[in-house]
């Protein structure tokens, strides 16, 4: 009966349409007036398919100039900065593909995002939070100014729904063959990038920035590339030759590219190793003028108070000096530490609720998540340096801290309003509960397969596989939790709707 009942019709199939399976013919044909030729499982005679490969989509090879020659520039810095540009291409594994239903697929990942059981009514609770202008349903309108635009950014929300579905079913059998097409669309927009990268007046366009941080997103949601660190180099590079943050800032259009950018490389460096953090000079240098810039907004940090997120910044930076010094040395860094440590419990997420236009319990609920949260951070990575001692007052906080998120997280991970909101505080639960005992280890590895289908992302059980060695470990320390940096967002795209074509 379910299989019947999800079966699209011959003619909807020949058409690349989503049918509605109706019986015995469909309302898509029926609506269209074409005559619907049912569900059999043999195909009408009818119907013809063109033999694989004889439609094939265009400008799909990649150029043969070389990635790292650089025409036209500037300057010498410019010169350099490009070539580390066009080398972090390089380091990307290019799949070579045809594809005969480009437009097809486009359809229908928007039609899956659009979908009442898809990502737009997922996301919909959000809102009783306060006003959010990048959460909107996919329109017609979206579609066709969509397709002006390049392999890049058109194939990269294919890849986005492809993996959405993939992870909200994935022991469906189909997921190997939605894991296929994902790699291979994958592989265009890759080459579509490095196509634009060599393009003297495109390379520091709005649109490649958006690509790069899309395609970021999108390998990070279905954990396709370890080596995330690399789309990070060229966003960064982008940035750089475009004056830095603070001159992109300016432009209202890029503002949700630029936050990204900036959350996912600041979480990312909390579960990197210290000897392998980055930006966080540049992080530390841009603090006080992002704050003031986005610091008011409702959704600057994926619901990280600002306050907290400024320390989260301070303490990387901490970490950084920390592995630069002797062994002798590193103590002079305690101090910093305590004043970081006191002003984390210092913050008071009352007021900082009362700020915010509606859900004001849900606000507290988040305000107090994050503060145990990243007062745990605090201690755990900064001990693992012996930045802070590994004293009984530390680690009687350190319960006090685990015990409160342990129970904030019961509640917060019940509320659709803001559950996806809480991957990176259930981790810092994650990695004190190898000190916390199997009833909060269970916890999290429970948890975490939940956020991964209702977020549809593969990333919470990336964490856990993680967690779970380090809990085998017999290790104690942050740093031996996390052997190589990962990228623990549960953002899954951005908005590109006021991105304009070039």
């Keep these: 009966m379910e299989e019947n009942r999800k079966r699209h019709c011959w003619e909807c199939l020949r058409r690349c349409l989503v049918c509605d399976s109706t019986r015995p013919i469909c309302k898509r044909c029926s609506t269209s007036g074409t005559v619907c030729p049912g569900y059999s499982d043999a195909k009408p005679a009818r119907l013809r398919w063109l033999a694989p490969g004889r439609v094939k ?18 300057d010498e810095m410019t010169t350099r900065a490009m070539a580390e540009l066009s080398r972090w291409t390089d380091d990307l594994v290019i799949p070579r593909f045809e594809i005969n239903t480009e437009t097809c697929d486009l359809v229908q990942a ?28 996919v329109s017609p309108a979206h579609f066709q100014s969509g397709a002006t635009l390049p392999d890049h950014l058109r194939l990269v929300f294919v890849c986005m729904a492809l993996s959405h579905r993939i992870n909200r079913t994935r022991n469906d059998p189909q997921c190997k063959a939605l894991a296929v097409t994902f790699y291979r669309y994958r592989g265009i ?37 370890p ?65 003031e810039k986005y610091g008011g907004r409702i959704f600057t940090f994926h619901l990280c108070p600002p306050p ?27 101090q910093e530490a305590y004043e970081i440590l006191s002003r984390i419990h ?35 990575s900064l001990q693992s340096l012996s930045v802070l001692p590994l004293s009984h007052s530390l680690r009687s906080r350190c319960t006090t801290h685990s015990q409160s998120l342990y129970v904030l997280l019961n509640e917060a991970l019940s509320s659709p309003k803001i559950k996806r909101f809480m991957l990176w505080p259930l981790v810092l639960l994650g990695v004190e509960a190898v000190n916390g005992g199997a009833a909060m280890r269970a916890f999290v590895e429970k948890q975490l397969p939940e956020i991964s289908r209702h977020v549809g992302t593969y990333v919470p059980l990336m964490a856990k596989g993680v967690l779970e060695r380090f809990w085998a470990s017999g290790e104690m320390r942050w740093d031996a939790c996390f052997d190589k940096p990962y990228a623990l967002t549960t953002q899954i795209a951005i908005d590109i709707s006021r991105i304009l074509p070039l």
């Design 57 to 74: 989509s265009r400008n799909r090879r990649l150029k043969e100039t070389p990635s790292n020659k650089i025409e036209n520039s500037h």
């Design 110 to 137: 928007a039609e899956y995002c659009k979908d009442n059981t898809c990502i737009y009514q997922d996301l919909i609770p959000i809102h009783q939070l306060g006003p959010n202008p990048y959460i909107y349903p």
């Design 189 to 225: 927009v890759i080459r579509s990038l490095s196509e634009d990268i060599n393009v003297e007046y495109k390379r520091t366009s709005d649109i490649l920035l958006a690509g790069i941080i899309s395609l970021l997103l999108a390998d990070t949601q279905q954990g396709a590339s």
């Design 227 to 291: 080596n995330w660190r690399c789309h990070l180099k060229g966003i960064e590079r982008l940035i750089t030759l475009r004056g830095g943050i603070r001159a992109l800032a300016g432009s209202k259009h890029l503002e949700s590219l630029l936050l990204c950018f900036v959350f996912v490389s600041v979480i990312g460096n909390t579960t990197s190793p210290a000897s392998d953090l980055a930006l966080t000079s540049s992080h530390l240098d841009e603090l006080d003028f992002i704050l």
């Design 308 to 334: 907290l997120f400024a320390e989260i910044v301070k303490i990387n930076h901490l970490r950084t000096l920390a592995t630069k010094r002797e062994p002798a040395g590193v103590g002079e860094l305690s």
């Design 346 to 380: 210092g913050f008071s997420p009352e007021p900082w609720a009362d700020s915010k236009p509606s859900s004001k319990e849900d606000w507290m609920l988040i305000g107090n998540v994050y503060q145990a949260a990243v007062a745990l951070y605090c201690i755990s």
